[in-house]
T-cell receptor, first 111, second 111 residues
Framework: GENVEQHPSTLSVQEGDSAVIKCTYS??????FPWYKQELGKGPQLIID?????GEKKDQRIAVTLNKTAKHFSLHITETQPEDSAVYFC??????????FGAGTRLFVKA | NAGVTQTPKFQVLKTGQSMTLQCAQD?????MSWYRQDPGMGLRLIHY???????DQGEVPNGYNVSRSTTEDFPLRLLSAAPSQTSVYFC??????????FGSGTRLTVV
């Protein structure tokens, strides 16, 4: 079946450094790619998304890139801060109801 | 707006008991879904609904029932609780091709 692979499962960076999380999807019909941030004890929160007709999108310190040919998409966080520490999930959607989530990346930002 | 409201936040059940997890949204979203989150497995879709009166199974539906009598409410029923249903449950809603808004979750333990 369709799946989304996410790497790495754990990422530790120094405050101020950049963090990159990568995802690969299998369903070529996927056309919408959201990213969620989950803080401890809370539900996931949408932080940025990208659609299949766009290769890159940026919002302040976060950016997403999409390579449809390779079925890869990535989250880039620059100038990381301790409050960026959380679990990040990528997801791929074909439209309608179906959204497949990656297994998550636990990001630690060391002060 | 309250967003997506889930109750209860915590629940302990004995094997074989039944219960209903409540979910309500006040954003007039047509799509609603139930996910379970287990360590290392990301978010897995249990059941979803694309509108009042319409529900369907997701990836892991066994042992759960849902109904959608109104746009706002989407309860999840555990028919006969099993230890394998120990998990964190998230209800989520969205409008069209946008990201999900998640509730704060219900942490369920089955003993």
């Amino acid at each position: 079946g369709e799946n989304v692979e996410q790497h790495p499962s754990t990422l530790s960076v120094q405050e101020g450094d950049s963090a990159v999380i990568k995802c690969t999807y299998s369903d070529s019909a996927s056309n919408y790619f959201p990213w969620y941030k989950q803080e401890l004890g809370k539900g996931p929160q949408l932080i940025i998304d990208i659609r299949s007709n766009v290769g890159e999108k940026k919002d302040q310190r976060i950016a997403v890139t999409l390579n449809k040919t390779a079925k890869h998409f990535s989250l880039h966080i620059t100038e990381t801060q301790p409050e960026d520490s959380a679990v990040y999930f990528c997801a791929a959607s074909t439209g309608g109801f179906k959204t497949i989530f990656g297994a998550g990346t636990r990001l630690f930002v060391k002060a | 707006n309250a967003g997506v409201t889930q109750t209860p936040k915590f629940q302990v059940l004995k094997t074989g008991q039944s219960m209903t997890l409540q979910c309500a949204q006040d954003m007039n979203h047509e799509y609603m879904s139930w996910y379970r989150q287990d360590p290392g497995m990301g978010l897995r879709l249990i059941h979803y609904s694309v509108g009042a009166g319409i529900t369907d199974q997701g990836e892991v539906p066994n042992g759960y029932n849902v109904s959608r009598s109104t746009t706002e409410d989407f309860p999840l029923r555990l028919l006969s609780a099993a230890p394998s249903q120990t998990s964190v449950y998230f209800c989520a809603s969205r409008a069209g091709e946008h990201g999900y808004t998640f509730g704060s979750g219900t942490r369920l333990t089955v003993v």
